[in-house]
């Protein structure tokens, strides 16, 4: 079997070489991501990532990554899924790679798109200005905040303002968990905790909105691609209208700002929840990020993973 492990902060620069020298990625490779959510492990192949990933029960291989024998990495995982006697699952592949898959593979995977999981991708100007009328409904939401809250800033997140920063956060969980004691908020709250322990090294950047010296709103985000922000979290106070729209805005004139070759900011996928879903195409896309599954036709009977081809 393939030995992968949980990737360490000292592999940061090395996985961000290869991440960096590929096409655009989606939110689940950046190194955030995988080192911040769940049990996320990988091995390195020379100019290759591959990827071993457990959520909610099931275990799943996440495209390789990289511009190295992409092919041999999965021949690897696919031996892999045999010795450890479960089904093979591809996640988090680009059309093109389900192509490629496809041609390497013919006839031995099932196929299939991931709405769910397409991450939004809006174009850096497009948030950070609302020009247009598409965006007047945004624009009059958040000149109402601004009249409401004239005194209102932002502010960078860094080691003075993570307590704060930090505490806003906590206190957004304890309220939606005494709401629903029974929602999924223990992923999250978990990977968001982590992102505040190793800011620094994981390179974030974050946003803080103050009015008074309390904390409306907070977001944080880390690079993806050389002219991508990935938007890991975003929280607001409920009880504020506009805090979102602020705190949204106001990220994106900060991470325009301090880095000009940035043309995008991908804010994930949607998770095929409704109102989610309605809120991201409210903001009016430049792009998805679309993703692709594959279950490997051996696979496909008795077991689980019959149950995903159903959708």
């Known amino acids: 079997m393939i030995e992968f492990k949980r990737l360490k902060l000292s592999q940061k620069d090395a996985y961000d070489q290869i991440l960096l020298a590929c096409p655009g990625r989606s939110c689940e490779y950046s190194f955030a991501?995988?080192?911040?959510?769940?049990?996320?492990?990988?091995?390195?192949?020379?100019?290759?990532?591959?990827?071993?990933?457990?959520?909610?029960?099931?275990?799943?291989?996440?495209?390789p990554m990289g511009n190295g024998d992409r092919k041999a990495v999965l021949e690897a995982v696919i031996r892999d899924a045999r010795e450890?006697?479960?089904?093979?699952?591809?996640?988090?592949?680009t059309k093109a790679e389900a192509e490629e898959l496809e041609a390497w593979f013919p006839g031995s995977f099932l196929i299939r798109t991931d709405r769910d999981g397409f991450d939004y991708v809006?174009?850096?100007?497009?948030?950070?200005?609302?020009?247009?009328?598409?965006?007047?409904?945004?624009?009059?939401?958040?000149?109402?905040?601004?009249?409401?809250?004239?005194?209102?800033?932002?502010?960078?997140?860094?080691?003075?303002?993570?307590?704060p920063a930090r505490d806003m956060v906590d206190s957004w969980f304890?309220?939606?968990?005494?709401?629903?004691?029974?929602?999924?908020?223990?992923?999250?709250?978990?990977?968001i905790s982590r992102a505040f322990q190793h800011f620094k090294a994981l390179e974030m950047e974050g946003l803080m909105l103050l009015d008074g010296g309390e904390v409306l709103a907070v977001t944080?985000?880390?690079?993806?691609?050389?002219?991508?922000?990935?938007v890991h979290f975003e929280?607001?106070?409920?009880?504020?209208?506009g805090a979102y729209a602020a705190i949204n805005c106001e990220f994106a004139r900060y991470l325009r700002d301090k880095y000009p070759e940035i043309k995008f900011l991908n804010r994930e996928d949607d998770m095929g929840l409704e109102g989610?879903?309605?809120?991201?195409?409210?903001?009016?896309?430049?792009?998805?990020?679309e993703k692709y599954w594959a279950c490997r036709m051996e696979d496909l009977h008795g077991d689980e993973c019959a149950e995903d081809t159903l959708d």
Not at 84 to 93: N, T, V, W
Not at 174 to 191: C, S
Not at 220 to 230: A, E, P
Not at 276 to 289: D, I, M, T, V, W
């Open 174 to 191: 304890r309220q939606r968990i005494a709401e629903d004691p029974h929602g999924e908020y223990l992923l999250e709250q978990v990977a």
């Open 235 to 241: 929280k607001a106070r409920e009880d504020v209208e």
């Open 122 to 163: 809006y174009a850096i100007d497009d948030l950070a200005d609302l020009k247009g009328r598409k965006f007047q409904k945004k624009r009059n939401h958040l000149n109402r905040f601004r009249a409401e809250h004239p005194e209102a800033v932002c502010v960078p997140l860094d080691g003075e303002h993570l307590g």
């Open 276 to 289: 989610l879903r309605r809120a991201k195409l409210s903001y009016q896309p430049h792009h998805f990020e």
């Open 84 to 93: 450890r006697g479960i089904p093979c699952r591809i996640s988090s592949m």
């Open 33 to 63: 991501n995988m080192y911040l959510w769940g049990r996320q492990e990988t091995v390195f192949f020379p100019d290759c990532v591959g990827f071993f990933s457990h959520f909610h029960g099931k275990s799943i291989y996440p495209y």
């Open 220 to 230: 944080l985000g880390s690079r993806l691609s050389k002219d991508t922000i990935d």
